[in-house]
C-alpha cells in the first residue's frame, strides 16, 4: 500500500501496478490521485541558472551562492513536501535570521493555529468514521477539493457505532453560497443551507440557542441543533469558504461551537486541500509559538512577514520556493516583484516561477521518488513510503544548501 500526497486526506490505502519504472494501474485514488502516480514522469524540469540548463552541481552551487550574499531571505512554499525538508527548511531560517511562511497564511492555517491553542474542540478523521453523526461542511465543496474524504471518513462508510450508514445513521449539513456538487448530495437526513453571509448565520444560531426564532432558516437550524442533540459527536469541516467569511471575526464562530458544547459533543477540522499544510503549521507552532508568517530576525509572527506582503514592501532579495508556483497564483503586482529579485526554485516540476527564477533545482515527487512523514488535516501523522527511490529529493537539496549558512 502507497500513500498519496495529493491532498490533505493523505489516503494510505492506495495499491499501484508497476512495470519496471512505469506506474501501469492505481487503485482506491481518486482521478487526482492516480494522475500524480500515472503521470509523474510528464513536466519535469531541469536544473537551470539563469533559465538556461545547466548540471545539477552548477546550479546548487549557484543556489549556495545566492544565499551566502543574501541579506534579506525569505522561504515559502513547503507544504507538498515532508515534515523531514520543512525542518530543515524552518533551520536554514533560523540560521539565516530569514522569514518563513507557507501557503496556510492563504489558507486555513487561522484554523489549525486555534486547534492548536486550544481554542477549538478538534478529533481525528477515524474517529468521524466511528462516531460522528451530523457531518457539517461549512464553505468546504469537499467533492472536489478532497474526493475521498467523505467516502472514506465520513458521510458514507460504516464504522462503529454508525453501521447502520448514511441512510439512517449520519446526517449532513452543507452551508454555502451556492449549490455546490457536495450541497447536492444533501437530500434525504441532510439539509443545505444557502447562506449570503455567515455571520448572520452564526446569529441565526445563537437565536436558536436562546430559545428564540432564528432570523434566517426558521425550520432548519432548530432541525439541525435536534439532530445534533441526538448524537454526542458531530463534526464540522471548516473550509475556506468559512475562513473568508467571518471576515476574521473568528471570535464569533468560536463562541458558536463553544454554546453547541454546552448541549452535545461538537468538534472541528479544517477541511483544506495542501497535503503536509497543517505538518509545517505544527512544527512552527513547536519551535516559536507561531503557526506561519516568522521573521527568525525579530523572532515574531506579524501579517508584515507574510510572503506577499513581503513582495510587496520591497523587504527581501532572495525567495527560496519549494513546491509551489507563487507566479502563478499571486496577483501581478506581486508576481512582478518576484521576478525582479533572486528566486530559488525547487520542485520536481516545471513552474511559471521555474521560468523566471535565478536558479531550478529539480526534486523529487513526495510519495512517488521519495518517503518522509506528512500531516493529515485532522493532526495524524501518515508515513509516505516511495514507490521509486530518487537520490536528489527536498532533503538531499536542503541539506546541501545549508551547508553554507
Ligand atoms: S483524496 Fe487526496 S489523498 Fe486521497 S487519493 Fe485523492 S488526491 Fe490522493
Known amino acids: 500500500m502507497y500513500t498519496c500526497a495529493g491532498c490533505s486526506c493523505l489516503c494510505d490505502d492506495i495499491e499501484i501496478v508497476t512495470e519496471k519504472d512505469d506506474v501501469k494501474t492505481v487503485y482506491n485514488a481518486c ?35 545566492i544565499i551566502q550574499n543574501s541579506e534579506n531571505l525569505a522561504i515559502y ?14 533551520k536554514l531560517a533560523e540560521k539565516k535570521e530569514a522569514y518563513i511562511d507557507d501557503n496556510s497564511t492563504f489558507c486555513l492555517g487561522d484554523f489549525v493555529e486555534m486547534i492548536l491553542k486550544g481554542e477549538l474542540p478538534s478529533t481525528t478523521l477515524e ?36 453501521q447502520r450508514g448514511y441512510e439512517e445513521d449520519r446526517f449532513l449539513v452543507v452551508i454555502d453560497v451556492r449549490k455546490t456538487h ?10 443545505f443551507l444557502q447562506i449570503r453571509d455567515d455571520l448572520e448565520l452564526i446569529e441565526a444560531f445563537n437565536q436558536a440557542l436562546d430559545g428564540k426564532a432564528p432570523s434566517i432558516f426558521v425550520n432548519d437550524i432548530p432541525r439541525i441543533l435536534k439532530e445534533m442533540e441526538k448524537a454526542d459527536f458531530n463534526v464540522i469541516f471548516g473550509g475556506l469558504g468559512l ?22 459533543g461538537v468538534y472541528f477540522i479544517p477541511a483544506g486541500c495542501h497535503p503536509n499544510m497543517r505538518g509545517f503549521n505544527e512544527l512552527m507552532f513547536d519551535k516559536t509559538g507561531e503557526i506561519n508568517r516568522y521573521s527568525f530576525n525579530e523572532q515574531r509572527s506579524s501579517d508584515e512577514f507574510a510572503f506577499y506582503r513581503l513582495l510587496e514592501n520591497d523587504a527581501i532579495d532572495t525567495a527560496v520556493i519549494i513546491g509551489t508556483d507563487p507566479l502563478n497564483s499571486l496577483p501581478f503586482e506581486y508576481a512582478k516583484k518576484l521576478a525582479k529579485i533572486n528566486t530559488i526554485v525547487i520542485d520536481p516540476r516545471e513552474t511559471f516561477t521555474g521560468r523566471f527564477a535565478r536558479v531550478v533545482l529539480p526534486s523529487a515527487i513526495a510519495g512517488v521518488e521519495t518517503g518522509g512523514t ?26 546541501r544548501l545549508l551547508e553554507v549558512v
Open 31 to 65: 482521478r487526482r490521485g492516480a494522475g500524480i502516480f500515472l503521470n509523474y514522469r510528464l513536466s519535469r524540469t531541469e536544473p537551470k541558472v539563469d533559465g538556461k540548463i545547466a548540471d545539477f552541481e552548477q546550479a546548487i552551487e549557484k543556489a549556495q551562492d
Open 77 to 90: 512554499g513547503l507544504d507538498t513536501t515532508t515534515l523531514e525538508v520543512q525542518e530543515l527548511a524552518i
Open 127 to 162: 474517529e468521524v468514521k466511528d462516531n460522528a453523526y451530523v457531518i457539517a461542511y461549512w464553505g468546504s465543496d469537499a467533492y472536489h477539493s478532497l474526493s475521498r474524504h467523505m467516502s472514506r471518513y465520513t458521510y458514507y462508510p460504516r464504522g462503529g457505532k454508525r
Open 182 to 191: 457536495t450541497a447536492k448530495l444533501a437530500k434525504k437526513n441532510a439539509r
Open 243 to 264: 475562513k473568508y467569511g467571518l471576515k476574521g471575526k473568528y471570535e464569533a464562530f468560536k463562541n458558536l461551537i463553544a454554546r453547541l458544547n454546552e448541549r452535545t
Open 374 to 399: 506528512m500531516v493529515r488535516s485532522d493532526g495524524v501523522r501518515v508515513e509516505l513510503k516511495p514507490l521509486f527511490e530518487k537520490e536528489i529529493n527536498d532533503e538531499a537539496i536542503l541539506s
